[in-house]
């Protein structure tokens, strides 16, 4: 139909959504990575890479938008090539994969869900990392953070849940 051709032949101004949802549970440490900060911290997030839940997710609402599956698929936890791997890598190249897909981004809406440790003195720091690798302005840039009011795992304080949405655009 006429409609199928025109998704299809996605056009110039053509408005993409991504979703992306990461987890990474605690472990022995003394900081945290959250979107590219180090954060002091009694724990430390268990991963392969450097267990960045926040760029993970936002990773993955960027490949969303390009329809270009997900961050296992790029970057295996079972490769030992990224073992410890900053987790901006995986960003750039999501990143890079939406611009050979002409996709300029718009904004990121992140949500991260804790209990602890309390992140509002890090947010000025996480949003200006953020604008700086993936080129956008800090006022496209939203990062809330919630609780789950003591309720399953995160509630336990046992991890840490990440949700992003990106929405980028044809170019």
Known sequence: SDIQNRLTNSQSGEVRVGNGYDVHRFETGDHLMLCGVKIPFNKGLSGHSDADVALHAITDAILGTAGAGDIGEYFPPEDPKWENSPSEVFLVEAH???????????????????????????????????????????????????????????????????????????Y
């Open 96 to 170: 890079n994969i939406a611009k050979n897909n002409s996709l300029m981004l718009v904004n990121i809406d992140l949500t991260i869900v804790f209990e602890e440790p309390k992140i509002t003195p890090f947010k000025k720091a996480m949003i200006e990392y953020l604008s700086k690798v993936l080129q956008i302005d800090k006022k496209r840039i939203n990062i809330k953070a919630k609780t789950s009011e003591g309720l399953g795992f995160v509630g336990r304080k046992e991890g840490i849940a990440a949700f992003a949405i990106v929405n980028a655009q044809k």
